[in-house]
């Protein structure tokens, strides 16, 4: 390109323009309202064809991985093999009776296994198992699983102590900081008095 003139930055993805071959075909999406409702009417139709069982299997209650979402729970793929064993269920009849089964997921904590045990125990305890082609009896509640709970906040409040207000934080770390770097030192120094 000649002389210092702008460097051409020309539109030409624009395929619904006109261009030398006439007016391109541009696929459009004036069918979203139809097949969003074909959707909620094939939901419901799956959901009476199932009924009394419900649409979705029963999931556990998971820790959101990395420490930015740590904090947050959320409905995990599937119970743990030793989740189930400790709810006394076994993992094949357990995906029959709606219960999702994930053989992948470890526990790594008491706290999460527990809960995730009672949760088991708690849909045990409503679960009404139907021959084929019975009804449900009448009061039963169809289609819905345990939802997740909702968290409890709890704000702790503390009296501030004079022992509280003299402890010197920083002071404290620095110190210990110190003390850890230099412990290598002290007892290879150590080791050596005791050669001697």
């Known amino acids: 390109m000649k002389h210092n003139n702008v460097l051409g930055n020309l539109h030409f993805h624009k ?47 998971v820790q959101c991985p990395t420490q930015k979402y740590s904090a ?16 006394g269920l076994n993992p094949s009849y357990a995906r029959t009776i709606g219960i999702a ?10 706290e999460s296994l527990n809960a995730n045990v009672a949760r088991l125990e708690a849909y045990k305890s409503n679960l009404v198992i139907l021959k084929k082609g019975d009804e449900a009896p009448a009061g039963t509640v169809v289609n819905v699983v345990q939802p997740l709970p909702p968290k409890k906040f709890e704000v702790v409040t503390e009296e501030i102590t004079d022992e509280m207000k003299e402890f010197k934080a920083f002071t404290t770390m620095r110190l210990a900081r110190q003390e850890s770097k230099v412990q290598g030192q002290r007892i290879a120094v150590e080791n050596r008095k005791k050669k001697d």
Do not use: I, W
């Open 72 to 87: 947050k729970t959320r409905l995990g793929r599937g119970f743990t093999l030793e989740e189930l064993k400790a709810a």
């Open 101 to 110: 089964v994930d053989h992948r997921r470890r526990n790594r904590c008491e």
């Open 15 to 61: 395929k619904y323009c006109q261009s030398s071959r006439g007016p391109l075909k541009v696929k459009l999406n004036l069918n979203q309202a139809t097949r969003k409702k074909a959707r909620r009417v094939k939901r419901a139709a799956k959901a009476a064809a199932m009924a009394p069982a419900p649409l979705q299997k029963l999931k556990p209650v």
